[in-house]
């Protein structure tokens, strides 16, 4: 189900490829991640049976298309965006006093999220800002980089993890800034789900599943170029 949601609003990405787009946009900034997804305490990790993600503060970038409707005030958008964020320092810290590694490369999350909604501008505030707002929903690709422990008497511990498509959806708002610059701040959640992948371990490989969903959501401060 999650990949023929996925397929559905790719084919709208695609659609709007093919026709005349009122404002396209390319835009980046923070990826500031909140609630469990950026709670950091070892015990509680998603991988030690908890549901924290110890994410950090990372980027995000992207694509965002809008076609207006008879009212200019309202248009509709797909997007499409990268949310990348590593993990904490203070849980890469504790985690390696508690594992005592020789050598170790934690995971990183990516968040890729393709959206269609709406955006509407509610006020203009001057001759050349305009304040809107938007919504909107789709599907997440998750993906999480390996995690692998190396240790002095030749002993390792490597994590891989398999992807997700998972129903996303975001809301926020900003300023246009004279038809050329869009600022704003917007809430994703990006899906929850369990996390799967596989476990190798001095060269036995097992798979593995959290006990616990993960739930990613964060905010996304963005600076929009429009061309």
């Not at 924290?52 to 298309?65: D, L, M, R, V, W």
């Not at 990183?108 to 919504?135: C, H, K, Q, R, T």
């Not at 926020?172 to 038809?179: E, F, H």
């Amino acid at each position: 189900m999650k990949a023929k949601v996925f397929l559905a609003i790719s084919m709208i990405a695609l659609s709007v490829t093919g026709v005349s787009a009122q404002t396209k946009v390319i835009f980046g900034g923070l990826s500031v991640p909140n609630g469990y997804f950026a709670e950091d305490e070892y015990d509680k990790n998603i991988i030690s049976g908890g549901k924290e993600g110890a994410a950090g503060t990372g980027f995000n970038a992207g694509f965002k298309y809008l076609q207006s409707f008879s009212d200019p005030k309202l248009s509709w958008f797909v997007s499409a965006e990268l949310l990348y964020n590593g993990l904490t320092s203070d849980f890469k810290d504790e985690t390696e006093d508690k594992l005592n590694p020789e050598d170790v490369k934690f995971e990183s999350y990516f968040n890729i999220p393709v959206m269609a909604g709406f955006n509407y501008n509610l006020a203009a505030l001057s001759s050349d800002v305009s304040l809107w707002i938007e919504a909107g929903l789709g599907v997440n690709c998750r993906l999480l980089s390996d995690f692998r422990a190396e240790y002095d008497d030749g002993g390792e511990i490597e994590l891989s993890y398999d992807k997700s498509f998972l129903f996303a959806y975001q809301f926020g708002g900003g300023l246009t800034i004279k038809n050329k610059l869009m600022v704003g701040l917007a809430y994703y959640n990006l899906g929850t789900d369990k996390l799967r992948g596989q476990e190798t371990k001095n060269n036995k490989t097992d798979k593995f599943k959290t006990k616990k969903e993960l739930s990613a959501t964060t905010l996304a401060l963005r600076v929009g170029y429009i061309f």
